[in-house]
């Protein structure tokens, strides 16, 4: 047969659209062509297949025609991974491997020029695209590929380490071993899941010495799902508090581990190490606004989708470009990122909790009773100001970060760990969760009111703070979600004044100190 047909996948964001590889051999000037919308790295394919066919003791028809479409031809295609089934379709048309044995299978994978496979971007995330849509097919994936896409539940992924292992299982059928895989060998193998890890070995939050209101602040964040922004001067604990924080968030369900896996496969940092363990994103702050929100040709996902379900920690937050920061708004609100451009559209599930830490002034010391501040009021107020007011408005807790003295830091005894944490945090999700199906910060519209439960005290407390101080409506609704959060640690079922009193704590803005 001059022509076959395999099936692969194209990744566009977090979809895995099938993409056919149609093969055509015939008669005429020798040529090597391939066309369907493919970018640079998946026509240089050509050389990588001949020599990998050749390298291998397969036989290359070089006194062929040989034509390359990859369909649909509106889709775009990028990486190597088009590279095994490009060459094991120029096989089965040159009737070296069967091609009716090829149905049912779906290829991916790069191959160097001695016909080894390499690891593809994105293997987690074409498997799991198949799983939400329900597709069954055997998946034929390099090692390295393969065992990430073995972790989601129902897969049938074969691993395959070179070129000649895919092709044993695919030569033409005899009485013996009929349509079936032929047995496993080293190179091949179906591969089982891997155990899954527990995901607990966070840095414990008892090696911050002192800091009990911020550490509180970080358990009202945890329990609540609430951004939160630290200010204080160097050296005081802000970064070691913001990296142990995810150690406070309750275990990833299987969902949420798939999702933040397939999201770092697709960027390729994904590790079978830091199975079911929630991210902690660290972006320097000369990060672009593009490298924060994702992007790029084919859209890749920025650091925001790289912490969805885990933390985004913004260190040095003021020095950050600003139109980074502004971009950070919509993520905040509605938990997922479009990137638009003019020839596609991608989307990305963006639900992280934000951990924003900064100085109080150019300096840094501004407040401090360890070292005199020297910067201006204008200085100040410019550094400040940095930071928008609708940005601010958006960070449910502002909480400060004072230094400690040297003798505080040296006699104080370690804090309480972070598993007695972590475990009043998910009594008080689990509390809101049977309550309202969502953790206090997803509330919206009716569902506040619906599940605020303030007495008459408290909110006549609340409506008195929120005109003095002058709050916007998300200023109110946030500050309301918050008490919601302080009572549910402290197992109430209606928010009192106390509970409102302190989440008042937790909303003031950013004031120049003299």
Known sequence: ???????????????????????????????????????????????????????????????KRITVNLAPADLPKDSGRFDLPIALG??????????????????????????????????????????????????????????????????????ARHLLDVVQQFLPADTSHGNEPREATDGWACIQPAPPGTGTDYPDLSDVKGQAGPKRALEIAAAGGHSLLLVGPP??????????????????????????????????????????????????????????????????????????????????????????????????????????????????????????????????????????????????????????????????LHVEVPALASNQLLHTPPGEATASIRARCQDARLRAIERQGSTNQALAG???????????TALSFLNAAAAKLGWSARGTHRALKVARTIADLAACQQIQSSHVAEAIQYRRALQIKT
């Open 1 to 63: 047969m001059s022509l076959s047909l395999v099936q692969s996948r194209a990744l566009l964001g977090l979809d895995a659209a099938a993409v056919t590889v149609e093969v055509h051999l015939a008669n005429g000037l020798p040529s090597f062509t391939l066309v369907g919308l493919a970018e640079t790295e998946v026509k240089e394919a050509r050389e990588r297949v001949r020599s990998a066919i050749q390298n291998s003791g397969l036989e290359f028809p070089h006194n």
């Open 90 to 159: 120029i096989l089965a048309a040159s009737a070296q491997i069967d091609a009716s044995r090829l149905s049912g299978h779906e290829f991916a994978g790069e191959l160097s020029l001695s016909g080894e496979l390499r690891p593809v971007r994105g293997a987690l995330a074409m498997a799991l695209a198949l799983h939400t849509g329900q597709v069954r097919t055997r998946l034929v994936l390099p090692a390295g590929s393969a065992e990430e896409a073995a972790l989601v539940p129902g897969a049938e992924v074969f691993r």
């Open 235 to 396: 050296g005081s604990g802000k970064s070691m508090l913001a990296q142990r924080f995810a150690g406070l968030l309750p275990p990833m369900s299987t969902d949420e581990a798939l999702q933040s896996a397939a999201i770092a496969s697709l960027g390729g940092r994904f590790s079978l190490a830091n199975w079911s363990r929630r991210p902690t994103c660290n972006p320097h702050h000369s990060a672009s606004a593009v490298a924060l929100v994702g992007g790029g040709s084919p859209p890749r996902p920025g650091e925001v989708s790289l912490a969805h379900h885990g933390v985004l920690f913004l260190d040095e937050m003021p020095e950050f470009p600003r139109a980074a920061l502004e971009a950070l708004r919509e993520p905040l609100e509605t938990g997922t990122i479009t990137i638009s451009r003019a020839a596609r559209r991608a989307e990305f599930p963006a639900r992280f909790q934000l951990i924003g830490a900064m100085n109080p002034c150019p300096c840094g010391y501004l407040g401090s009773t360890l070292r005199a501040c020297r910067c201006t009021p204008d200085q100040i107020a410019r550094y400040q100001g940095k930071l928008s007011g609708p940005l601010l408005d958006r960070i449910d």
């Open 446 to 456: 009716q569902a506040i009111d619906q599940h605020a439960l303030l007495d008459n």
